[in-house]
């Protein structure tokens, strides 16, 4: 890793300047919502019209299109954008082996409808998001299944999509091997046993809540899994559930997400080929005429592509606020007014969320305030690796599942969008997110742990910090790209 630290990207206007082509972009999305012309393919016109204004307040537009690149060469993005062709894929093929049908079929026969079958949906996500430790794979996997069913079932499609939504965001906060949750930790200096142990106590509150919100809001629509055109129920579907299994088994065998995804993948085709959901040459098949789908594989890459698109544009606005030096800025700022723990840990979450609030992804947001500022604050204050980890870590995990132009709510809003044009059911609002009740949960709980002091402990004999401890490594911002 080169220690070389690149020069500030200058802008005309400084920080406000560095931040114009994302709040430009913001402001774009909320007037196509108001107008009705909210559509993913349009938000990329938006998000490259800002691309286009942000140059020219650049004072050296060579270095701010150099600055565009690294944006959307990020590391992160790279992972994000793989795991889009293997979840969207394992999806596809979860779909059209007849999972849907089996929902349905225990909806209608075991009377699992409404609220109840939200709730399903809800733990169902939070399951899978835990197993992979990955929202944005969550999402993409899951989504295309849940939601249809859900709204056949009776569900209310607006708490449906955010009960998916929360159990997505569920499994990123709390999975041990969720990458926020290995950031969080490594730039802390903490075990990340101690991190998941002293997390529990906020994660089960705010799943209650979830739950709680769900089953009172989740129901009031009618059930019409038996008279929708195209639809019936199967039992038999339910064995892709199987493949689901596969997966997770191969991920607590501690393999690669993407490993386990190919072994979940095929685990599905084999499903699915004996249920009789599809035949070899639904999964691929040369296509008659130009044009034509190719089987399921091109059809799952097809039903994310608008979205990896849409995450590496976004990748590169963050990326122009990041070496503008917009969050360096925001940092010294909330740094001059920390005077104890209290304080210490409300600054913690405040620029935390704050920091993710403009970054699309939230490992990069941890990593872009967890070695530099969040360690200075323990350092300084007294507070345990662990407590600090955990108040970064629940705080980039709350929020950001609430901001339309984040990766795991596009990949979500994306999936929806596809959903409800495949089986002609409503679309809710992009805005829906902000419902996500397991984000403000947490963010609740969260805040009031660091009011009050609670699961707050002294700073214990053997923590340590990230940077003077030799086994734990370090984390740096390099380059002016978040990398670890």
């Given at each position: 890793?080169?220690?070389?630290?690149?020069?500030?990207?200058?802008?005309?206007?400084?920080?406000?300047?560095?931040?114009?082509?994302?709040?430009?972009?913001?402001?774009?999305?909320?007037?196509?919502?108001?107008?009705?012309?909210?559509?993913?393919?349009?938000?990329?016109?938006?998000?490259?019209?800002?691309?286009?204004?942000?140059?020219?307040?650049?004072?050296?537009?060579?270095?701010?299109?150099?600055?565009?690149?690294?944006?959307?060469?990020?590391?992160?993005?790279?992972?994000?954008?793989?795991?889009?062709?293997?979840?969207?894929?394992?999806?596809?093929?979860?779909?059209?082996?007849?999972?849907?049908?089996?929902?349905?079929?225990?909806?209608?026969?075991?009377?699992?409808?409404?609220?109840?079958?939200?709730?399903?949906?809800?733990?169902?996500?939070?399951?899978?998001?835990?197993?992979?430790?990955?929202?944005?794979?969550?999402?993409?996997?899951?989504?295309?299944?849940?939601?249809?069913?859900?709204?056949?079932?009776?569900?209310?499609?607006?708490?449906?999509?955010?009960?998916?939504?929360?159990?997505?965001?569920?499994?990123?906060?709390?999975?041990?091997?969720?990458?926020?949750?290995?950031?969080?930790?490594?730039?802390?200096?903490?075990?990340?046993?101690?991190?998941?142990?002293?997390?529990?106590?906020?994660?089960?509150?705010?799943?209650?809540?979830?739950?709680?919100?769900?089953?009172?809001?989740?129901?009031?629509?009618?059930?019409?899994?038996?008279?929708?055109?195209?639809?019936?129920?199967?039992?038999?579907?339910?064995?892709?559930?199987?493949?689901?299994?596969?997966?997770?088994?191969?991920?607590?065998?501690?393999?690669?997400?993407?490993?386990?995804?190919?072994?979940?993948?095929?685990?599905?085709?084999?499903?699915?080929?004996?249920?009789?959901?599809?035949?070899?040459?639904?999964?691929?098949?040369?296509?008659?005429?130009?044009?034509?789908?190719?089987?399921?594989?091109?059809?799952?890459?097809?039903s994310v592509a608008n979205t990896m698109i849409f995450v590496l544009i976004i990748l590169g606005l963050?990326?122009?606020?990041?070496?503008?030096?917009?969050?360096?800025?925001?940092?010294?700022?909330?740094?001059?007014?920390?005077?104890?723990?209290?304080?210490?840990?409300?600054?913690?979450?405040?620029?935390?969320?704050?920091?993710?609030?403009?970054?699309?992804?939230?490992?990069?947001?941890?990593?872009?305030?967890?070695?530099?500022?969040?360690?200075?604050?323990?350092?300084?204050?007294?507070?345990?690796?662990?407590?600090?980890?955990?108040?970064?870590?629940?705080?980039?995990?709350?929020?950001?599942?609430?901001?339309?132009?984040?990766?795991?709510?596009?990949?979500?809003?994306?999936?929806?969008?596809?959903?409800?044009?495949?089986?002609?059911?409503?679309?809710?609002?992009?805005?829906?997110?902000?419902?996500?009740?397991?984000?403000?949960?947490?963010?609740?709980?969260?805040?009031?742990?660091?009011?009050?002091?609670?699961?707050?402990?002294?700073?214990?004999?053997?923590?340590?910090?990230?940077?003077?401890?030799?086994?734990?490594?370090?984390?740096?911002?390099?380059?002016?790209?978040?990398?670890?």
């Amino acid at each position: 890793m080169s220690s070389i630290q690149r020069a500030p990207l200058k802008m005309y206007g400084g920080a406000l300047g560095g931040s114009v082509p994302l709040l430009l972009f913001i402001a774009g999305m909320i007037g196509l919502t108001i107008s009705g012309g909210a559509d993913m393919p349009v938000f990329w016109a938006v998000a490259w019209i800002a691309c286009v204004i942000g140059f020219f307040f650049a004072a050296s537009k060579s270095d701010y299109c150099s600055a565009l690149i690294r944006g959307i060469g990020n590391s992160n993005g790279a992972v994000v954008i793989t795991l889009y062709f293997f979840a969207g894929v394992f999806g596809q093929l979860l779909k059209e082996g007849g999972l849907v049908e089996g929902l349905l079929w225990i909806g209608t026969e075991l009377h699992v409808t409404g609220a109840a079958f939200a709730v399903l949906a809800l733990i169902c996500a939070m399951a899978f998001s835990v197993a992979t430790g990955t929202s944005v794979g969550t999402a993409a996997a899951m989504t295309p299944v849940l939601y249809p069913a859900g709204v056949m079932l009776g569900c209310d499609p607006a708490v449906l999509a955010v009960a998916i939504l929360a159990g997505a965001g569920f499994g990123d906060n709390c999975s041990p091997h969720s990458d926020t949750t290995i950031a969080s930790a490594a730039s802390q200096g903490a075990e990340i046993k101690d991190v998941v142990k002293a997390r529990i106590p906020f994660v089960l509150i705010a799943a209650a809540f979830s739950i709680v919100f769900v089953l009172v809001f989740g129901g009031g629509g009618e059930v019409t899994a038996k008279n929708t055109p195209g639809t019936e129920t199967n039992p038999w579907g339910l064995l892709m559930f199987l493949s689901f299994l596969v997966l997770i088994f191969v991920v607590f065998r501690n393999r690669h997400m993407i490993e386990a995804f190919i072994w979940g993948i095929i685990a599905a085709v084999i499903l699915g080929l004996v249920t009789n959901g599809f035949s070899f040459g639904d999964i691929f098949h040369f296509p008659a005429v130009k044009g034509d789908s190719s089987g399921l594989v091109q059809d799952g890459i097809a039903s994310v592509a608008n979205t990896m698109i849409f995450v590496l544009i976004i990748l590169g606005l963050s990326q122009i606020m990041v070496e503008a030096g917009v969050i360096q800025k925001l940092l010294q700022f909330c740094g001059r007014f920390v005077r104890g723990k209290r304080s210490a840990e409300l600054a913690i979450i405040g620029v935390t969320t704050a920091v993710s609030v403009p970054i699309s992804h939230n490992t990069a947001a941890a990593l872009v305030v967890g070695p530099g500022f969040v360690n200075a604050m323990g350092r300084k204050f007294g507070i345990a690796p662990s407590r600090r980890a955990i108040m970064m870590d629940c705080s980039v995990t709350s929020l950001y599942f609430t901001i339309p132009w984040h990766s795991s709510v596009i990949t979500w809003f994306g999936m929806l969008t596809i959903a409800s044009h495949d089986w002609n059911i409503p679309l809710p609002s992009l805005w829906t997110s902000f419902m996500n009740p397991y984000a403000w949960g947490l963010f609740i709980v969260t805040i009031i742990a660091a009011l009050t002091g609670w699961k707050r402990k002294a700073v214990g004999p053997h923590d340590v910090d990230a940077d003077e401890d030799p086994e734990h490594g370090h984390l740096s911002r390099v380059d002016g790209e978040v990398q670890g």
